[in-house]
């Protein structure tokens, strides 16, 4: 519960949402959307904002991500943990482009509403660095 | 046990060799100057622009077989007999949506060099031209803003397509005044995205930038019929502030890079200036060109008030006449346009400095620190990409302690350091997102999205690569 108030509260409030630069620009089924950076998601522009929250499939989705399994196996190949993750929520993949042509997988929910897969993932890496107890710094061999 | 069909596809993008002095300026990361630095300018600059593949299901895969990497080359190929895509380069095993995009990568990259030893390429044109991701392919001296804007022709007129050459107040003829917005705005998207010279990258990026720009600005604008008039149309962008802002925001930024790549001649090392003497001097001429056509040949009354950049940057005297000049004093004895392969590469010879930036350490397990190292060394001074099997992709970009043993691939792209720390850049294929905005061994290059640079330390201790791809170029 605590996990979920605190992406709400960082989901929430407009003023932490802030349009991305071009990078956060896809055009996705032919249609440029620029995404809406909340934290470290990336958040499709069509998510309703209301009562002091964003409300739509993608916004649950991120919410939900931190939950949903992935096991080791999964990620056998490289394959990548957002996109994965984006099946599991009930997402389809889409390839979105930015201005300059690379590609970003996009998470379409049934509403119409979207999240950048990588988004999905990093949730659940900040979900994670966030209960794990603090690491040793990588030492530095290299100067 | 690992084998090469579980390993990811390859994202490569073309290649060239530059330095990066824009980073230093967008992220106030990378150390300038001060002690030897063995990676200072050792970096390859991978053209931004192009594909990754989302992979999103590795049953979607299809395996593209180019196997000049293999001890056995006849083995390989049969095991990806099939395929009807198998070339002799290096493997690739593409598990995404644009399984194309991969070859062609991988594709363009080898053409690239090949091109470079003035060797036909061995894939066509027309080939790479059917494909989804043509706009990749490497050049030297390729960034990420286009160094022209446009054709500006010797008449000082524009060229039919240039549309960000009216829009920085450039002529427009009168033959294409009259015709080409005669038609929808979706045709003239069409247009626009078919111009520039399909292999020249410089060429591509630039129409990429335009197409961009002027297609925003005007689907922006929302006005079929404002586009059936081109002045109006600009006009109407220009007012509103839109196509026109980020034509002009372009602009600043490519001087701001400019500017960077000037003050930092003198303190690069032989590499990088060899790279920088390149990207200065071309750089300066065509603003220098810039600068020119604005004084020399004012625009036209009807485009007499579109935006001032760069007028403004040259309102009494060309700026980029100190960048030539300086161009000039730091390699007095090679002449702008001059400079050949042989030497950039007796330029981009390792200093002994170098050395001590080198990967191995025994938490390395199969990898064959020698010839990683070595292929580091060809990648600077040759342009030839290092392409690894790594073990454990999330762990190496993100925050998770878990091991995990995802044998993935990466392109290593170059190394150079930042905050004082000897770091490597890659590209994964995951996409543009960044994969980390607070781990300090992580850093995005915000102009090149993709390009994610981890510390050697890091990269030591998590990537746990397995295996070195020889792209046989």
Known sequence: ?143 | MRRWGQACWILSTALAVASFPGFAAAEGAPAAGGAPDDCEGYRLDWVTGGPFNPEPLATSSKDYAVCSGEPDKEACKARHKGDGKQHDYVIVHDQGVNGTCTFQALAGVLNYNKSMKGEKPTVSPEYLASQDCDNFLPGHGIHDIPRALSSYNKSGSCTREDLACVANGGELSETLESAYFTSAITSSTLALQGFGTKFDPNEKAKSQICTTVLKDGLSDDKSLALARDLAAATDKISEEGKGIDRLTDNLSKQMAIQKNTTAGISGDTAKSRAAEYSRCTADAEFFKQICKDKIEKPPADKVANKPKVPADACKTKCPWDGIAAECSKTFKDKAPGKVTEDFLASQARKSKDAETCIMGSSDMGEMRQQLLNNQIADMEKTGKPVILDVNDMSRLVGKSQKRSDAGHAVVLIGRQRINGECGYWVRNSWGTQCPSKTNPDVHCDPDRPGNVWISSAKFESDAGVKRIFDPGL
């Open chain 1, 1 to 143: 519960m605590g996990i979920l108030l605190a992406l709400l509260v960082a989901l929430s409030p407009v003023p932490h949402a802030r349009a991305g630069g071009r990078h956060n620009c896809f055009t996705v089924h032919e249609k440029r959307r620029c995404f809406l950076e909340l934290g470290s998601a990336l958040l499709g522009p069509d998510c309703p904002y209301a009562k002091g929250a964003y409300n739509c499939a993608a916004a649950r989705a991120l919410a939900a991500a931190i939950k949903v399994p992935l096991a080791d196996a999964e990620l056998e190949g490289g394959r990548n943990p957002g996109a994965l993750l984006c099946k599991k929520l009930a997402g389809s993949l889409e390839v979105g482009a930015d201005w300059a042509g690379n590609q970003e997988a996009i998470c379409v929910f049934g509403d119409g509403t979207m999240v950048t897969a990588t988004s999905l993932w990093l949730q659940r890496e900040e979900a994670a660095a966030a209960a794990a107890p603090p690491s040793a710094p990588v030492t530095k061999k290299h100067k």
